[in-house]
Every structure is written in structure tokens, then in C-alpha cells.
């Protein structure tokens, strides 16, 4: 369901909800809550005042047009794009042919098959505007091409020229401060976008560009809010209750310590490490306050850790205070390597998240065992998210067979309500897609063990 339905449907707030959407409140409350401040993604990108509105630049796009073909785009960036995939993509339907053609891979190893045999994609699809094929007769004989990946390319071309039309961006101006006469919904995006009065989303392809860069920090705050949409019997595991109980009391704690110094001087922040951090780290720091408005009383410190979350070649430490209760703090290293900086670890304080690590991956799994190793051992909640089914699968599959002894499963790996609503595709094979979390799931270390004695 849109957003732009969903609000036509509510009309008035409903009364109640299991989840807690909100409290029937007075009309003039609500209007009040309506008029809250809103802080501008789009501001903070750029190092210069806002343009009056009489001196914005016009659109790069002449007619407001959003369709063209990469190699006709009028922006410079989408032009390189398409001559890189050119340059290094496939013809899928090349690569169909000398697949079925090979009697086995060993045969493909022996006569030497790789992406070379494959013609490389000069034909641009018509409907798409991406180079997908090597000829127009490959592109009509590709009937998966036009049932099942044309059109998300139709929509990813369109997105990015308006992400890079010029035109004001007012779906990243995000509503600041929580009333507290509203219960945020962590239902799913819909309910979400609603309750915390994000009004400047008006349709679908607002709800893409938005959801990609919130996708972190609201998947964060979903797993550790008391009305997360993850509860027991619906993946969330008995184990699973238990360590987000402990993260939750810690949460209550901060609200009482509102009241009572003494209190808030006892309790410590708590720590949320984004271990392999890399695009999360790179979006501007603002956005995270989002997290912090979903838990106005409590300190929160994140911790990126990972060899890219620092683009410096030459600075291996950073920290960046949003506000008097959120800080975060970059790390360039393998965790397993920086650990002593961040020991010891306490399970009421302490949680950890891998957004789309790659640890079923031949290429990544070896750095990501030596961490896996020493996160068990804080027996503190771990949470990952994959690209897709399959990449999410892999991981767990490895967790299961390398560490299945060692760990209790806290979430049953499943969609995740946070997903990025946009699709991104590999540059050098379109047909391969990924969604950013599009999949989670959470473990810890056993906190005990049981052994036999003879």
C-alpha cells in the first residue's frame, strides 16, 4: 500500500494497535504536532546556504524528462556509468548460449570459457535505456530480459536522473523531534513514514530514495525498540527475547534517569558497532538522528568499524558528536584487530550489526572468521542482513557449519520490514540484483555450556 493511500485510509488516528500506534489525541494536539521543525538532508550536503528559491539552479533535465538512454543521458555521471558497463558487462544471451553449450564446468575451465566469450552489451534496450545485449537480434531473443528485469532498470534509469536532475529534493527534509503524544509505528515503512510525520513523501519513487539511506539506522532502531515488529513466535527465538530484553532495560533506564541525577550518572551509553561498515559510514552524520529519535532519553555512542569506513587514506580514527546524547565514532580496521579498544563488553550495553557482510562469500569469508570468533565471545547480540534470499542464506549456512556449537540463534533469519525499497544491479551482469537488507537475522555466543563428565 502507498503512503499517499494509507494516510487517505486513516483519515483520523486509530484508537489503538498492538503495536502501539498512537493514542486518540485532540485535534488541535495533532495539528500542533503536524507543524514540528524539519532539518534538510540536501542542506547538510551542501557547504554553502540554501539558495533562495528564486536563484535555485534550473533542471538539468530539459521537460523534467527522466527517461533517457545512458549513452543520450544530458548528465555526465550516467553517461560514464553506461561506457562502464560496456566496457566490462555481458550479453546474458551470449552467455546463456555458451553455458548450455560447455558439458561441464571442467570442459568450461579446459577450453578456456570466461566473460571474454561473451560479446560485450553496445546494444542499448529501448525500453530500458541500459546497454544490455551485444545485438539488437540477442536483445528480441531475450525473453527473460523483457519479463523480468527491463522493467526495474526502467525504474533504477528514471530514479537516478531525478536523484541528479537539480530539482529540490524535498523528500530528504526529515521531521525532526518526536512529539510525545505519538507512538512511532515500526510496523513497516508505511506506518513508519506515518507516525513520525514524514510529510514530504508523496510517492513512490520519494519512498526509493528515502528508504535506501534510512534503511540503516531504522533497521537498527527496529531490532532494539520495545514495539519491534521482530517478537517471539514470529522469528524472534526464547534466546532472542531474553538479549533484547537485557538492550530494552537499558533503554527504560535512560527514560527514568530523565527524572533523577543520580540515576543518569550510574548508567552508561549504549554502544552500537556496525562491524564491515562501508556505505552506512559514508552517509552524512545527520541522518542518524533519526535513530536518536526513536530514543529521545537514552545515549547512544555507534561505532563504525571496518577497513573503508573511513575514505582518508591517512586518518584511522574519527568521531563525530550529532547531539549531546549521539556520537559516532569511525574505527578503520578489522574489528577482531581493534577489540582491545572497545573491551569489555556488557550485553545490557552493548550490540552489534553487519549490514550485508558477505560471510558465505569465497571472496570475504576468511577476513570475517576471526571476527565472528571474538564476537561469540561477548556473548553480546549480533544482527546481519543480506543483499537477498540467497546471499542470506550463505551466511547462515556458515554461521551454522563453522560456529553452529558456539552460538544460540536470536533471530530466524527473514525479510526484513526495513529493506531498501530500491533495487541496485552489478554493473558487469544486470541480471544480478541486490537490495540492501533486504534479509535479517541475529545470534550471539552461548552464555553457557554443557559438558559431559566421565
Not at 550485553?347 to 572468521?369: A, E, R, V
Request: glycine content about 6%; aromatic content about 12%; charged content about 20%.
Amino acid at each position: 500500500m502507498s503512503l499517499s493511500i494509507l494516510r487517505n485510509r486513516i483519515g483520523i488516528l486509530p484508537h489503538h494497535s498492538k503495536y502501539g500506534i498512537v493514542s486518540r489525541i485532540g485535534s488541535a494536539n495533532f495539528l500542533k504536532a503536524q507543524q514540528r521543525t524539519l532539518f534538510s538532508f540536501k542542506n547538510f550536503l551542501s557547504k554553502s546556504k540554501p539558495q533562495k528559491q528564486e536563484n535555485r539552479p534550473k533542471s538539468l533535465l530539459p521537460d523534467n524528462n527522466l527517461f533517457y538512454p545512458l549513452s543520450k543521458s544530458p548528465i555526465k555521471a550516467i553517461v560514464e556509468k553506461g561506457k562502464t558497463i560496456t566496457e566490462h558487462g555481458i550479453c546474458p544471451t551470449c552467455d546463456t548460449v555458451h553455458k548450455a553449450s560447455d558439458a561441464s564446468h571442467e570442459q568450461h575451465a579446459h577450453n578456456n570459457y570466461s566473460v571474454a566469450h561473451s560479446k560485450r552489451p553496445t546494444f542499448e534496450c529501448p525500453d530500458c535505456g541500459y546497454p544490455t545485449h551485444c545485438s539488437k537480434e540477442h536483445w528480441e531473443l531475450d525473453e527473460q530480459h523483457k519479463n523480468e528485469v527491463c522493467k526495474y532498470l526502467r525504474v533504477a534509469n528514471e530514479d537516478e536522473h531525478d536523484l541528479r536532475s537539480g530539482r529540490r529534493m524535498s523528500e530528504f527534509e526529515f521531521p525532526s523531534s518526536q512529539s510525545p503524544e505519538i507512538v512511532v509505528n515500526l510496523s513497516n515503512w508505511d506506518t513508519f513514514f506515518y507516525t513520525r510525520n514524514f510529510l514530504t513523501i508523496k510517492n513512490d519513487r520519494s519512498l526509493r530514495h528515502v528508504s535506501k539511506i534510512l534503511s540503516y539506522p531504522i533497521t537498527i532502531g527496529a531490532v532494539m525498540h520495545p514495539y519491534s515488529p521482530f517478537v517471539y513466535g514470529k522469528g524472534l527465538t526464547h534466546e532472542g527475547v531474553k538479549s533484547l530484553t537485557a538492550i530494552r532495560t537499558t533503554i527504560r533506564e535512560h527514560e527514568l534517569a530523565k527524572s533523577d541525577k543520580n540515576l543518569a550518572s550510574m548508567i552508561s551509553p549504549i554502544r552500537i558497532f556496525v562491524l564491515g561498515a562501508r556505505s552506512e559510514a559514508m552517509l552524512p552524520p545527520l541522518v542518524y538522528l533519526q535513530l536518536h529519535y526513536l530514543f529521545p532519553n537514552s545515549m547512544l555512542n555507534v561505532y563504525f568499524v571496518g577497513p573503508e569506513c573511513i575514505p582518508s587514506p591517512d586518518e584511522t580514527r574519527s568521531t563525530v558528536s550529532i547531539s549531546s546524547k549521539l556520537s559516532l565514532k569511525y574505527y578503520k580496521g578489522l574489528f577482531h584487530e581493534q577489540i582491545w579498544s572497545f573491551a569489555p563488553f556488557d550485553p545490557y550495553n552493548d550490540i552489534f550489526f553487519m549490514f550485508n557482510p558477505g560471510i558465505g562469500h569465497s571472496l570475504t569469508h576468511n577476513s570475517w572468521k576471526p571476527t565472528i570468533d571474538k564476537l561469540l565471545e561477548t556473548k553480546c547480540p549480533i544482527f546481519g542482513t543480506g543483499f537477498n534470499e540467497n546471499d542470506m542464506n550463505n551466511d547462515v549456512s556458515i554461521l551454522e557449519k563453522e560456529h553452529g556449537e558456539q552460538l544460540d540463534w536470536l533471530l530466524q533469519p527473514r525479510e526484513n520490514p526495513f529493506a531498501s525499497l530500491k533495487k541496485d544491479f552489478g554493473l558487469n551482469d544486470l541480471r544480478v540484483w541486490a537490495i540492501a537488507n533486504w534479509g535479517i537475522y541475529g545470534f550471539r555466543g552461548k552464555t553457557y555450556e554443557v559438558r559431559s563428565v566421565e
